[in-house]
């Protein structure tokens, strides 16, 4: 889809949640890297979580170390 028709269908991930529950959204994605926009590998699952605000203040997250 072209960059300016973008929104025209999806609303985006912000507006695809229930902001009064956790709610998790896969997506596959093509990794790139360097400026020329090199694809390492295509179509990864990304998975993403929304958290409200009435539940963050309880969850702890960590990096793990790489």
């Not at 889809?1 to 093509?30: F, K, N």
């Amino acid at each position: 889809m072209p960059v300016e028709r973008r929104g025209e269908v999806y609303p985006g991930d912000r507006a695809v949640c229930d902001h009064d529950r956790v709610t998790l959204q896969i997506h596959t994605v093509d990794l790139t890297r360097d400026e020329r926009k090199t694809v390492v590998m295509e179509r990864v699952p990304v998975v993403t979580v929304w958290v409200p605000a009435r539940l963050a203040r309880a969850w702890i997250s960590q990096e793990q170390q790489v």
